[in-house]
């Protein structure tokens, strides 16, 4: 068995520089450190020991977790505040890319918590990043936005995750198809219909402030309240 690492350098020994790692699910080898290595390749006990030896989560360990679709790593890193807030933005887009509804479900959530508390309960950084660009590949620079992907995917639960969290469904790629568009020409009909009517509605519009509160009323005796009583004359 291996000793432990002494306290004073526990979580330093546990987060060396990143070195090369093979992954089963990728099929490529890749420079990692170990809890990026145990993140991607959805091993949520070996992140959760990480965390809680001191090792400190972060929004590329995120990132690699959606990508893969761990939904329950994804929990464990988020938990230890790994991509907070609009940080998880990448891990968003990476998730439904994907196709991973539950993780991307996961991420949306704890962007909404953490969130400017917008008045349509959404908040500017979820939506943001719900409708940014998915990062093209060399030979292929279409502007297509994490909804669209998921839509030519057939990604329905992923498509139903990012309108949830504010993606424009009128929003169109280079070649001027909109996200359902794209999953008609994928043989998504159903979905692509559910997005037609996304793309119809109104927009939502920002509920207005709640009202202030009102000022407390003073306390008072009954008495004061009450008209003085007429003394009978005589």
Known sequence: ?????????????????????????????????????????????????????????NAAALELA???????????????GGGGGGDCGGALLAAAAGGHAEAAEAIALSMRRAGDGGGDGIGAALRAAASQCAPPRADDATGATALMVAAGRGAAGAVAVLLAAGADARRADAGG?????????????????????????????????????????????????LPPLSRPAG
Do not use: I, M
């Open 66 to 80: 959606a990508a893969q679709g761990h939904a329950d790593v994804c929990l464990a890193l988020l938990l230890g």
């Open 1 to 57: 068995l291996l000793a432990a690492p002494a306290p004073a350098a526990g979580a330093a020994a546990l987060a060396p520089p990143p070195a090369p790692v093979y992954s089963k699910l990728t099929d490529a080898t890749a420079p990692r450190t170990p809890l990026h290595a145990a993140a991607e390749n959805g091993f949520g006990r070996a992140v959760a020991a990480l965390r809680d030896r001191g090792v400190a989560t």
């Open 177 to 225: 198809h909109a996200a359902a568009a794209l999953a008609r020409l994928a043989g998504h009909d159903a979905l692509a219909t559910s997005l037609d009517e996304a793309a119809s509605a109104p927009p939502r519009v920002p509920e207005p402030p709640p009202p202030p509160p009102l000022p407390p009323v003073p306390t008072r005796g009954a008495s004061n309240f």
